[in-house]
């Protein structure tokens, strides 16, 4: 038997933790049901750390106030452990009110505390669970809101909730991937331009005025370019008046750039070179048709109808070129014919995902297919960043070295000549 260290809610609602022996997870969630307690985690030792929300959030009771706020927006982990713990609370037994109440008391975060509180109060005046969802609709979206009414209409609202938290779960991981694989570039160019500046401001002068004092000889045409480069920086972008039309101009150029790619056209644009630029254009692709497939997957197995599931796959895609292409898929369901003859015309979706939907198609699986498809394209996202940053970071280091590399040679180049003629 292993030890097993719990979080759980007593009868009245108060949290606990503690040691459990157990032979599995599922037999110590047992024992503490035999005991009166409703466990939020479950934890085998060496295997794992309990949250440290849950406890956090029973010391913050006291300090902050017992409603909360709402109208706010929350981040995607905030609503994620919301999602799994009031899974958990329901699959233990609790009652859907109960639960509400319980987790807005351990609730650290405010808008949360304040959003949970205005459900529990919601529920109890009689609506029901998806109806009070639909009320706070900058936390839940349509694909929450509709995949809870399917479980309330089924009567398996902790399954459909913990399928929820974990279709979150996959999609923070893989939006992780995604921002990680774009970071390191941008890090590597922040610190080449933060060299380039330093050396072209305060080394380079030094030099040029060192050379300036030895006579006057011909420099090098690397070392000339230099030194005009450094004398530009210093002369004119640095003074202050053209350093604020500089900034000011490079904002106007990124507020027009936003406000562009908030039309439709703009939108349009930027989500199809999304698709086609080189190295990042594939993982886009990928994440998307993962995105795409679990979605429509996770809300077809939990009961909610295809013509519906198509709509909200299509408005939470989050690219116009992959919303369209649904978009004619829902037609022709809508007409009574497959889905594979407009996933196929719509040239974004691979031969082998357009293979595996008819297949699901043909034997009546296509839920279980569209989640198997995902679960492919989660690894294949996961193998290209990690290809991508094995790329990237050579060629990073390359460019780096070729930009330092160039600016030494070019200052160093001329003591060489001074040094040589000496020597004759």
């Given amino acids: 038997m292993a030890n097993f260290q719990y979080i759980a809610l007593d009868a009245k609602g108060e949290q606990t ?26 934890v085998q030792d060496g295997k794992g750390k309990l949250s440290a929300g849950g406890k956090k959030g029973g010391a913050a009771r ?14 995607p982990k905030i609503l994620m452990i ?5 899974a958990t609370l329901i699959d233990s037994g609790l009652p859907l009110l109960r639960g509400l109440t319980v987790l807005a008391k351990g609730e650290p975060n405010q ?45 398996v609202l902790e399954v459909v909730l913990t399928r929820l938290a974990e279709y979150q779960e996959k999609a923070h991981k893989l939006k992780n991937k995604i921002v990680a694989a774009m970071v390191y ?3 590597v160019m922040f610190i080449a331009v933060a060299i380039l500046t330093f050396l072209m401001l305060f080394i380079v002068p030094k030099f040029k005025d060192m050379f300036a004092d030895m006579g006057g000889a011909e420099l090098p045409k690397i070392s000339q370019v230099v030194f005009g480069f450094s004398e530009f920086m210093l002369s004119r972008s640095f003074i202050l008046p053209n350093a604020v039309w500089i900034l000011g101009g490079a904002f106007g150029m990124w507020v027009v750039f936003q406000f562009w790619g908030r039309t439709k056209g703009g939108r349009r644009v930027l989500d199809t070179m999304k698709l086609k630029v080189p190295l990042f254009g594939d993982i886009q692709r990928k994440s998307a048709i993962a995105r795409f497939s679990r979605t429509l997957g996770t809300l077809v197995t939990s009961g909610v109808p295809i013509l519906q599931a198509l709509n909200i796959t299509r408005e939470t895609a989050g690219n116009v070129v992959i919303s369209d292409a649904i978009g004619k898929v829902h037609e022709s369901v809508k007409e009574g014919e497959s889905i594979v003859q407009p996933l196929s015309g719509s040239g974004v979706f691979p031969s082998m995902v357009i293979s595996m939907v008819d297949v699901g198609e043909e034997t009546g699986q296509l839920p279980e297919m569209l989640l198997k498809i995902a679960d492919v394209y989660d690894d294949e996202v996961d193998n290209a960043v990690t290809a991508l940053t094995s790329v990237l970071e050579p060629i990073m280091i390359v460019f780096l070295a070729l930009v330092v590399g160039s600016i030494v040679f070019a200052l160093f180049l001329p003591l060489i000549k001074i040094i040589q003629t000496m020597q004759e």
């Fill in 17 to 42: 933790t503690g040691t459990v022996e157990a032979d599995s997870e599922a037999d110590a969630v047992a024992k503490l049901r035999t005991q009166g307690l409703y466990p939020t985690q479950v």
């Fill in 62 to 75: 006291g300090k902050k106030k017992a409603k909360g706020s709402t109208g706010g927006r929350v981040k």
């Fill in 82 to 86: 919301f999602t799994r713990q009031l």
């Fill in 111 to 155: 808008i949360m505390r304040g959003t949970v509180n205005s459900l529990a109060d919601s529920v109890q005046s009689g609506s029901t669970f998806s109806e009070s969802l639909a009320q706070h609709p900058r936390i839940f979206d349509k694909l929450y809101v509709n995949m809870v009414k399917a479980g309330e209409l089924g009567g």
């Fill in 185 to 187: 570039p941008v890090i």
